[in-house]
C-alpha cells in the first residue's frame, strides 16, 4: 500500500514525521508524492499559532476532497489542542503521543474497518523513545533528544499539548547519533521542544555535545534554538573550541521590553540577555545570532515597540522570526487586558522583517573575499548550494558532490542570497 505523509511546524514534527515513514517503509508499504496516488495519508498537525491551527484544519479537509478513499490519520499539536471540537472526517485520530505507533493503528484499521480515536494526558506521558536510522536529507539529520516544557510563558499553549520536560537517556542519544553518521550524515541537529533544557541523570546538553564531538565522521553539531539562560561556561568553551558546534545560535528573545517580557512571563531581563550575548560573541566572534520576536502582545505599547526594534538591533540579530501576537484560548495571555488590533501587529510585523533584512544584509557581507566551508545539500548541473557552520545559505556556480564540505571564498552578497567560488577545488571531508 502507498503512503502520503504532509508534516506541518517544527523540527521535532520533522523528526517524527521520519520516525513514522521509517516504520511504514520497513512494513513494505512506499512512499509516494502526492496525495491522490495514496491509500494512506498521514497529517502531522501544529497548533503554535491560530493560522496553524486552521493551515492543518484545511489541509485535512482538502485530504478527503481530493481522495475520499484514502485513510486519513492525524496527529499532533492541533489534534491534541481541539480533541473536543475537533468535526473533520478522520479515520485514526491521536494527539502528540503514540506517533511511533500509527503503522500498527493503520494494520488494525484494515482488519477490522472501525475509526480510532485516542489521547493521553500529556502530563504523565513518559518521553517516546524513538530513533531514526536514516534521515531524507543525507546531510543533515534532526536528532530529538527532548520533549515537553516546565516554562508556561503566558502567550504558549505547547506545554498544555506536548506535556512536561522530559529527555531521552544520554547513552540513547548517543548510539543514535553514531548510528546517523554510520549511515552518511555529516551534520546532526539537536532537537527538542525546550532543547536546551535536556538533562538525564546530571547529565546536560553540554555533557551531551561534549561527546559527541568524539564521534567519528561526525563534522557538525548543530543546536536547533536554545533559551538564553540555557547557555553555560561550558557549552561557551565547547562553542569556542569545539570544531565540530556549529558557529549560529537561534535564541528566542520574543520581546525587547522588559515590562512585555514580565508579562510573558520570561524569565530574563534585557540586561541577562545582553550579559549573555556579550559572552558569546567573546567566545566565537564571527557567530550569527538568529531569534524569535513577538509583536503586538497584550498591552505592548509604541514605545514597547521601538524599545524591541532598538535591542533587536543593539544585539545585531542577523535574522528575526517574527510574529504577531496569537491568542491561544487557556493560556494566561487570554485574560491580559489591552488586546491589539490586527492592523497595529501587522504595521508592526513589517518594521521588524525591514530591519531583520537589513541586519542579515550586513551580517553576510562581512564574510565577502573570505574563506569559508560550506556542507553541499543539493547539486544541480550547474550550479549548488549548502550551508555554512554559521548557517549562511551559499550557491556555488559548480556541480558539486553531495554531502561533501568544500572551502568557498564568498563573492558576492546582495537581496538575492550569497554567492561563493570554490578554493582550489579542495574537498575537506
Given at each position: 500500500?502507498?503512503?502520503?505523509?504532509?508534516?506541518?511546524?517544527?523540527?521535532?514534527?520533522?523528526?517524527?514525521?521520519?520516525?513514522?515513514?521509517?516504520?511504514?517503509?520497513?512494513?513494505?508499504?512506499?512512499?509516494?508524492?502526492?496525495?491522490?496516488?495514496?491509500?494512506i495519508?498521514?497529517?502531522?498537525?501544529?497548533?503554535?499559532?491560530?493560522?496553524?491551527?486552521?493551515?492543518?484544519?484545511?489541509?485535512?479537509?482538502?485530504?478527503?476532497?481530493?481522495?475520499?478513499?484514502?485513510?486519513?490519520?492525524?496527529?499532533?499539536?492541533?489534534t491534541?489542542?481541539?480533541?473536543?471540537?475537533?468535526?473533520?472526517?478522520?479515520?485514526?485520530?491521536?494527539?502528540?503521543?503514540?506517533?511511533?505507533?500509527?503503522?500498527?493503528?493503520?494494520?488494525?484499521?484494515l482488519?477490522?474497518?472501525?475509526?480510532?480515536?485516542?489521547?493521553?494526558?500529556?502530563?504523565?506521558?513518559?518521553?517516546?523513545?524513538?530513533?531514526?536510522?536514516q534521515?531524507?536529507?543525507?546531510?543533515?539529520?534532526?536528532?530529538?533528544?527532548?520533549?515537553?516544557?516546565?516554562?508556561?510563558?503566558?502567550?504558549?499553549?505547547?506545554?498544555?499539548?506536548?506535556?512536561?520536560?522530559?529527555?531521552?537517556?544520554?547513552?540513547g542519544?548517543?548510539?543514535?547519533?553514531?548510528?546517523?553518521?554510520l549511515?552518511?550524515?555529516k551534520?546532526?541537529?539537536?532537537?527538542g521542544?525546550?532543547?536546551?533544557?535536556?538533562?538525564?541523570?546530571?547529565k546536560?546538553?553540554?555533557?551531551?555535545?561534549?561527546e559527541?564531538?568524539?564521534?567519528?565522521?561526525?563534522?557538525?553539531?548543530?543546536?536547533?534554538?536554545?533559551?538564553?539562560?540555557?547557555?553555560?561556561?561550558?557549552?561557551?568553551?565547547?562553542?569556542?573550541?569545539?570544531?565540530?558546534?556549529?558557529?549560529?545560535?537561534?535564541?528566542?528573545?520574543?520581546?525587547?521590553?522588559?515590562?512585555?517580557?514580565?508579562?510573558?512571563?520570561?524569565?530574563?531581563?534585557?540586561?541577562?540577555?545582553?550579559?549573555?550575548?556579550?559572552?558569546?560573541?567573546?567566545a566565537?566572534?564571527?557567530?550569527?545570532l538568529?531569534?524569535?520576536?513577538?509583536?503586538?502582545?497584550?498591552?505592548?505599547?509604541?514605545?514597547?515597540?521601538q524599545?524591541?526594534?532598538?535591542?533587536?538591533?543593539?544585539?545585531?540579530?542577523?535574522?528575526?522570526?517574527?510574529?504577531?501576537f496569537?491568542?491561544?484560548?487557556?493560556?494566561?495571555?487570554?485574560?491580559?487586558?489591552?488586546?491589539?488590533?490586527?492592523s497595529?501587529?501587522?504595521?508592526?510585523?513589517?518594521?521588524?522583517?525591514?530591519?531583520?533584512?537589513?541586519?542579515?544584509?550586513?551580517?553576510?557581507?562581512?564574510?565577502?573575499?573570505?574563506?569559508?566551508?560550506?556542507?553541499?545539500?543539493?547539486?544541480?548541473?550547474?550550479?549548488?548550494?549548502?550551508?555554512?557552520?554559521n548557517?549562511?545559505?551559499?550557491?556555488?556556480?559548480?556541480?558539486?558532490k553531495?554531502?561533501?564540505?568544500?572551502?568557498?571564498?564568498?563573492?558576492?552578497?546582495?537581496?538575492?542570497?550569497?554567492?561563493?567560488?570554490?578554493?582550489?577545488?579542495?574537498?575537506?571531508?
Amino acid at each position: 500500500m502507498k503512503i502520503h505523509i504532509i508534516t506541518l511546524g517544527c523540527k521535532v514534527n520533522a523528526y517524527e514525521s521520519e520516525i513514522i515513514k521509517e516504520k511504514f517503509l520497513l512494513n513494505n508499504y512506499k512512499l509516494v508524492d502526492t496525495i491522490k496516488e495514496a491509500d494512506i495519508v498521514i497529517v502531522n498537525t501544529c497548533s503554535v499559532t491560530n493560522m496553524a491551527d486552521n493551515k492543518s484544519k484545511k489541509i485535512i479537509r482538502s485530504i478527503k476532497r481530493e481522495n475520499p478513499q484514502a485513510i486519513l490519520v492525524a496527529c499532533g499539536c492541533m489534534t491534541q489542542n481541539h480533541q473536543d471540537n475537533l468535526d473533520l472526517d478522520i479515520d485514526i485520530l491521536i494527539g502528540t503521543s503514540n506517533k511511533s505507533n500509527i503503522v500498527k493503528l493503520v494494520q488494525d484499521y484494515l482488519l477490522n474497518n472501525q475509526k480510532y480515536l485516542s489521547f493521553d494526558n500529556m502530563q504523565e506521558v513518559p518521553f517516546e523513545d524513538m530513533e531514526v536510522k536514516q534521515f531524507t536529507s543525507h546531510t543533515r539529520a534532526f536528532l530529538k533528544i527532548q520533549d515537553g516544557c516546565n516554562n508556561y510563558c503566558s502567550y504558549c499553549i505547547i506545554p498544555y499539548l506536548r506535556g512536561s520536560q522530559r529527555c531521552k537517556s544520554f547513552t540513547g542519544a548517543l548510539k543514535e547519533a553514531k548510528e546517523l553518521v554510520l549511515s552518511g550524515h555529516k551534520e546532526i541537529v539537536l532537537t527538542g521542544i525546550h532543547t536546551g533544557s535536556y538533562n538525564y541523570d546530571g547529565k546536560t546538553l553540554a555533557d551531551l555535545v561534549e561527546e559527541m564531538i568524539k564521534i567519528p565522521n561526525l563534522e557538525r553539531i548543530r543546536i536547533s534554538s536554545i533559551e538564553i539562560l540555557e547557555i553555560d561556561a561550558k557549552l561557551l568553551h565547547l562553542l569556542e573550541t569545539g570544531p565540530k558546534v556549529c558557529k549560529h545560535l537561534h535564541i528566542p528573545l520574543q520581546s525587547g521590553s522588559d515590562a512585555i517580557l514580565k508579562l510573558m512571563n520570561r524569565r530574563y531581563n534585557k540586561a541577562k540577555f545582553k550579559e549573555i550575548v556579550l559572552k558569546i560573541k567573546k567566545a566565537c566572534p564571527d557567530i550569527n545570532l538568529t531569534t524569535d520576536l513577538i509583536v503586538g502582545f497584550p498591552g505592548e505599547t509604541e514605545e514597547n515597540f521601538q524599545e524591541s526594534l532598538k535591542f533587536c538591533e543593539e544585539i545585531g540579530f542577523s535574522k528575526i522570526h517574527t510574529f504577531p501576537f496569537s491568542l491561544r484560548s487557556g493560556t494566561k495571555a487570554e485574560s491580559l487586558p489591552n488586546h491589539l488590533d490586527n492592523s497595529v501587529k501587522k504595521q508592526r510585523v513589517h518594521q521588524v522583517l525591514e530591519l531583520s533584512n537589513k541586519q542579515e544584509l550586513n551580517y553576510y557581507q562581512k564574510f565577502i573575499n573570505k574563506e569559508v566551508d560550506v556542507l553541499i545539500e543539493k547539486s544541480f548541473a550547474d550550479y549548488s548550494i549548502g550551508h555554512t557552520s554559521n548557517y549562511i545559505l551559499v550557491t556555488i556556480p559548480l556541480k558539486l558532490k553531495q554531502n561533501e564540505i568544500y572551502k568557498v571564498k564568498i563573492t558576492n552578497v546582495s537581496k538575492d542570497g550569497v554567492k561563493a567560488e570554490v578554493s582550489n577545488c579542495l574537498i575537506l571531508n
